[in-house]
């Protein structure tokens, strides 16, 4: 769900820098958001539970054991509920985890629309009804390949975060949406761009304009697609 100011996962997973971590964290290894109150928090959740949610813009990435398997066996429990996946991009860490010796991310972004409850085969985004439906996807997602949530913004098996729900903007304590830092990442942007060139993340603008203002930063060198998943 995913932090990677080090680096994929995360306005978060069913979760969330990274979720929690995620929240803050995205496949590249970052934090989590921190939270805004009980009250408020309730507040939010019950006025965002009548959004749009049922489609997600999904971040994975890995950089710990057989990385490309940690992600098809993502991909795979999602099910039905997969739309489309990008190629796979070697990244290196993302800023924030400079510190820590790490091997680079392979790293995919995955458009998922939610599956009813119910429906045969639904996947593990079965009965998704409202955004913390898909924090706890990723969460369930990442548990499954054994992601242990110790060192910030340290390696992970994988890492998996909600980038954005729809054209929805929310923040709550364990769910930012969109991803705070997703703006900021090439390993999120450029596998989205490959799928959606004309997708438009909320509050900031279209993805095309966001990859070609971190390409005149120097941003995005050192991410290169290394083939299908």
């Given amino acids: 769900m995913v932090e990677r100011t080090p680096h994929a996962g995360a306005?978060?997973?069913?979760?969330?820098?990274?979720?929690?971590e995620h929240a803050g964290s995205m496949a590249g290894g970052g934090p989590e958001p921190a939270g805004a109150g009980?009250?408020?928090?309730?507040?939010?959740?019950?006025s965002?539970?009548?959004?749009?949610?049922?489609s997600a813009v999904l971040s994975m990435g890995s950089n710990l054991g057989d990385r490309r398997r940690y992600l098809a066996d993502a991909v795979a429990a999602l099910g039905p509920?997969?739309?489309?996946?990008?190629?796979?991009?070697?990244?290196?860490?993302?800023a924030g985890s400079a510190d820590i010796e790490q091997d680079d991310y392979l790293n995919i972004v995955?458009?998922?629309?939610?599956?009813?409850?119910?429906?045969?085969?639904?996947?593990?985004?079965?009965?998704?009804?409202e955004p913390m439906d898909w924090l706890r996807v990723c969460r369930q997602l990442e548990t499954a390949a054994g992601r242990e949530r110790g060192v910030r913004w340290g390696p992970r098996t994988l890492d998996v975060d909600v980038v954005a729900i729809g054209q929805l903007e929310l923040d709550l304590p364990e769910?930012?949406?969109?991803?705070?830092?997703?703006?900021?990442?090439g390993?999120?942007?450029v596998p989205w761009a490959e799928l959606d060139p004309g997708a438009e993340l909320p509050g900031a603008g279209p993805i095309a304009d966001?990859?070609?203002?971190?390409?005149?930063?120097?941003?995005?060198?050192?991410?290169?697609?290394?083939?299908?998943?």
């Fill in 11 to 20: 306005a978060g997973a069913v979760g969330g820098p990274g979720a929690a």
């Fill in 38 to 46: 009980a009250e408020s928090a309730g507040a939010g959740a019950e």
């Fill in 48 to 54: 965002a539970a009548a959004v749009d949610v049922s």
């Fill in 81 to 94: 509920a997969v739309r489309a996946v990008s190629s796979v991009y070697s990244t290196p860490p993302w």
């Fill in 110 to 129: 995955v458009l998922a629309d939610a599956v009813p409850a119910g429906t045969p085969a639904n996947g593990a985004a079965g009965g998704v009804s």
């Fill in 175 to 185: 769910l930012t949406v969109p991803h705070p830092h997703a703006g900021e990442r």
């Fill in 187 to 189: 390993f999120v942007l």
């Fill in 210 to 229: 966001l990859i070609a203002g971190l390409e005149a930063a120097g941003e995005l060198e050192g991410i290169r697609k290394v083939g299908a998943l």
